[in-house]
């Protein structure tokens, strides 16, 4: 079992619209979630991270982390053509932190 | 958010030749640096972890005599592609960790470097 699980997609949809992007983790004892946004060709870019169980706001994005199930996902909200991307998410796991683990990533398509 | 550079951006060889690439954290000090690498359309594969004042630890399949790194102070880990050829051709991204302690742990990304063996 992998550690940390993405749907590959591709996701579509459509501009003004809202993304779910949906991201499962194996360890428990997992301290901190990421979400990083890939474009064709470039390195990853953080958008935001969680720690805590709930949601959490930056702008379009919202972050939310369910640790009793296991999941953290991200919603982009107002959809735009620019975040036609891949979507990494990364667990930190351990106590001090040590090991990341990335996603394969979900490729979005924002269609105008 | 930190900011971490990547030297060069771009470089083609011929095979053979050994090719060497600096990652630096430009506004923090990273005790661990990670080099990945990145075929078109696949995902980031990790290929070590880069601790600052000790020996890299390499992911299973990644020759250590291949990929030489050093990571010689708290802004700077270098990764050197030995007899580099075809086949080594790919996206190398580093990555440095910037520890604030307790939950603030991120990982940022250098911008990469292409790496074309003829």
Known sequence: QKEVEQNSGPLSVPEGAIASL?????????????????????????????????DKEDGRFTAQLNKASQYVSLLIRDSQPSDSATYLCAVNIGVNGNQFYFGTGTSLTVIP | GAVVSQHPSRVICKSGTSVKIECRSLDFQATTMFWYRQFPKQSLMLMATSNEGSKATYEQ?????????NHASLTLSTLTVTSAHPEDSSFYICSARDWGGGSSDTQYFGPGTRLTVL
């Open chain 1, 22 to 54: 949906n991201c499962t983790y194996s360890d428990r004892g997992s301290q901190s979630f990421f979400w990083y946004r890939q474009y064709s060709g470039k390195s990853p870019e953080l958008i935001m991270f969680i720690y805590s169980n709930g």
């Open chain 2, 61 to 69: 399949g990644v020759e250590k005599d291949k990929f030489l790194i």
